[in-house]
């Protein structure tokens, strides 16, 4: 009788056990090491849409800028690289197909989805647009520079010389050059290449920027700090010289910015990594192309005195009109 | 096993509970998969239909904002830089145009303006020949042309034609050409479906040619979807297991073809729980019911096997057991009426092992002394018959010696009655040796002078001497017959002889006229020797009682021969050799008697 009653508690307990299923929570969380500088914002956005929670279900794992040495960056960030890797990172996200590349001699297979790319192909990124073949894919641009160089013509339709600034240490860079010349030829433009190899160049393009050029015109990894930007404001707005620069984001000094947008571009990669985290590989993904905004700062135009013609700002994806950087800057009560 | 009634019955039991369960389960889960399939298929066909109308709708819109440029604005009629101008800044507000031209009836272009590569004026070209122009020009018709991909854009565009009115001849004098990415298409329609995991819509050519996915690898990877023949359940676009419904859209003489899918787990999702929550409840179901039959059946079986154990301990003798159940219900009304039982059984049977051991023992008492009064009759009967026998054989030889005159001379008379007084003396002393050897054989003091050459015949011979002195004054004739190869025998001797001599001297005494016969022969490991007579025969009746002691028949009794104790004392001697006496006889027909012995019998051993 005791046996029997016992049985019966097991097989009670047993059942009441079976009919109250405790699901199992789903503990898989992702590592993304995130060496986006710009547009990380869309990029999480985008995520998060997409499922990925952080501190649920994804870490993201950051490059740490505080002791930023100019001369002992290469070590550090290897060294932060690494770290990354060890501490188990699925997938990385880059700025450019370039800093792929390089990352790439860092991480071994680990995929890397880049955020912007000129020209994937010409930088050893992937083998084709549609089957980049390595564990590298990402987004490349709609041919911005070309197009944003007509713009510049169709604002200042008497345009003849363009300050050319350029990162020289850049696999794709001479690709870029040689397009925009060839445009330029056509619409009559001379290009002024002023080549930039290391930090202590801006300043000395800077000075000797000719003083003729219509616009200065920056491409990819052409990084200002603020003093030597001020200095180059200094020389090109009394000389009524636009600058441009290759993204819509709005930037105090900046009259004209013209390409991808870094937030759409950052919810692209965003999009590449979950394909690739639900078990696609990226060799079979193709390089996705980034559609081209324009952006027209009225107020940089008005401080270098050139007049946005009403037809290119109807073009405009973004218009930037006076006081709105001070807005910003101003704390909302 | 299954001979076990506890396993049987919770087999029953359980089978007879969770069958039922299990089919009404099963088609409750069946019925819900059909019917959530078919509902399944009409959603996909819903999905389908609106993706279609929004993608309609998209192109219509396209074709409204192109036609408001003609219309509205005069683009035709507008500067060429104008044109350029409004043309620009379609391209740059609409992400859904990946290129815009403008295009004279003749095929020139004038103006063409691209989302990609800067075209110059040296880059315009005639198109003269392109159908897609042609037929917006000779129709004054919006026309759409096949998908296709664009190198450069690496994307797939449809191309829209739009014809510019001459107002003034009300002819095509110009023809608006866009390229619409199906890029935007799926940013602006599949995107915005709000689809959950497993669900699927996407846009494919007649073909099958994927041109519009979530995913635009698989646009870019010209992927192509086999499209069944009908809406319902078939393998997708991944391949996986789906339920999908196709619902075409025309634009002008394309045909698209909107498909959306959904995976079949997700149709039947709610069937699946369903059968996943009969199969818990089930396997639940079966464990409760288990337990509580295994209970239950424990309940009932128990008290049965305890029973059954009880019940085998006084098969085998051991009516201590008792069944210990503390019961109200009729099993422990069964127990109680089972005990109560075997209390009775048991003390019914105390009383009869009482009964019996007394009776027993009375029994052996009584034969105790039954053994002790016989054999103190025997010794009394030998003491007797001994001390009778001394003075008698003393009477007779000196009445012997009397009559042969050895003491004196007798006369006739005197031997005569001499010789009567001798004759009854021998008839008494025969009487004393038979009551002798009974008493002997009776009191199992009769002890045998085993021989091993024992001659049957010689026996026989002297046997049948002794008779024909009794035969003086008869007319019977005696006659013996011996076979040839009548072995020796292993025997007493003189029993032997007084068995014969018993038989043979019966047959003399009854048979009046006729012959007897003694005859022997060998019948297997024995020798059966038999006497026949013509006498007066004995009644089948008395067949046996002539083998009791002093039992005769009428005619043994109406001839006062005899003593009543030949005929037992034969048999017994016989039977003390391993062999028997019978007879077959009809009254008035003579009489036959037999003796078997055995040649050689192995409960005899010669004397030493």
Known sequence: MKRSRFILIVLMLLAINVISPVYAQDDDTFVIGNLILVGDEGFRAEMTELGYVEGENVTYLYISYENYVPEEWQAEYEKQVKAMVDAGVDIFVANSDSDAVALKALVGDIPIVFARADDPVATGAVESLVSPGGNLTGIITNKPHERRLEVLTEIKPETKKVYYLYSAMTLEAGVVLEQVQTLAEELDVEIIPAPITTPEDYMKIVQNMPEDVDWVFLTPFVYFDEATFDALLAITEPRHIGITYIVDMPMPGYVMGYGPNLDDTGRQAARIIDRILRGASPADLPVETADNFLMINLEAAAASGIEIPESILRQANTIIRPGYFEALATPSS | ?608
């Open chain 2, 1 to 608: 096993m299954f001979n076990s009634l506890r396993i049987r019955l919770t087999l029953l039991f359980i089978i007879l509970t969770i069958v039922p369960l299990i089919v009404v389960g099963t088609l409750i889960a069946r019925q819900g998969s059909n019917t959530l399939e078919d509902q399944s298929v009409d959603m996909q066909e819903q999905l389908a239909r609106r993706t279609s109308i929004s993608l309609g709708a998209f192109f219509t819109e396209r074709q409204n904002e192109l036609t408001v440029l003609t219309d509205v604005y005069g683009l035709g009629s507008m500067a060429p830089r104008a044109q350029k101008d409004i043309l620009l800044t379609l391209l740059s507000k609409q992400p859904a145009y990946y290129e815009l031209t403008l295009v004279q009836a003749d095929g020139q272009e004038t103006i063409r303006l691209t989302r990609g590569e800067v075209v110059t004026t040296s880059d315009l070209t005639n198109r003269a020949g392109d159908p897609l122009i042609q037929a917006a020009v000779e129709t004054a018709e919006v026309s759409f042309s096949p998908v296709y991909f664009n190198e450069d854009a690496r994307e797939r565009l449809i191309t829209m034609a739009v014809p510019i009115e001459d107002l003034f001849t009300g002819l095509t004098g110009q023809v608006l050409i866009a390229q619409v990415r199906f890029l935007t298409v799926q940013e602006a329609v599949l995107r915005n479906l709000g689809l959950a995991e497993g669900e699927d819509v996407y846009v494919v050519d007649n073909n099958g040619l994927v041109i519009a996915h979530r995913n635009p690898n698989l646009v870019l990877k010209e992927t192509i979807f086999k499209l069944p023949g009908s809406n319902g359940r078939h393998v997708g676009l991944s391949d996986d297991d789906v339920v999908l419904a196709m619902n075409p859209i025309q634009l002008a003489s394309q045909e698209l073809i909107v498909v959306a899918e959904t995976t079949y787990a997700n149709a039947t999702a709610l069937a699946s729980d369903l059968t996943e929550r009969t199969m818990l409840i089930t396997f639940a179901a079966l464990l409760v019911t288990g337990a509580v039959v295994i209970f239950v059946v424990s309940r009932v079986v128990s008290p049965i096997i305890k029973v059954s154990r009880v019940a085998q301990a006084i098969q085998e003798g051991d009516y201590s057991k008792r069944i210990e159940l503390n019961r109200k219900d009729e099993i422990g009304q069964f127990v109680t009426v089972f005990n109560a039982m075997t209390d009775q059984l048991h003390s019914l049977i105390n009383s009869l092992e009482e009964r019996v051991t007394e009776r027993t023992r009375e029994a052996e008492e009584a034969r105790a002394k039954a053994e002790h009064a016989d054999q103190v009759k025997s010794q009394f009967l030998a003491a007797t018959s001994h001390e009778l026998r001394t003075p008698l054989n003393a009477i007779i030889n000196f009445t012997k010696f009397v009559s042969q005159g050895v003491l004196g001379p007798v006369n006739e008379q005197q031997v005569e009655a001499l010789t009567k007084s001798v004759n009854s003396a021998k008839h008494l002393l025969n009487l004393i040796n038979d009551v002798l050897d009974i008493s002997k054989i009776e009191a199992g003091a009769l002890q045998l002078y085993v021989e091993s050459n024992v001659c049957l015949a010689e026996e026989m011979r002297a046997a049948c001497t002794a008779g024909e002195s009794l035969l003086e004054g008869k007319s019977v004739k005696m006659r013996m017959e011996v076979a040839d190869d009548l072995p020796l025998l292993t025997g007493d001797k003189q029993r032997i002889r007084q068995i014969l001599l018993n038989l043979v001297s019966n047959a003399c005494k009854f048979t009046q006229h006729g012959e007897i016969i003694v005859k022997a022969q060998v019948d297997g490991d024995k020798v059966i020797t038999m006497v026949k007579d013509t006498g007066p025969g004995i009644a089948p009746e008395d067949h046996e009682a002539i083998f009791e002691t002093f039992r005769q028949t009428e005619t043994g009794l109406s001839q006062g021969k005899g003593t009543g104790l030949g005929l037992p004392i034969s048999r017994r001697l016989a039977e003390a050799h391993g062999g028997q006496v019978w007879l077959e006889s009809k009254l008035n027909e003579g009489a036959t008697f037999y003796v078997s012995l055995p040649i050689k019998p192995s409960h005899l051993k010669p004397t030493a």
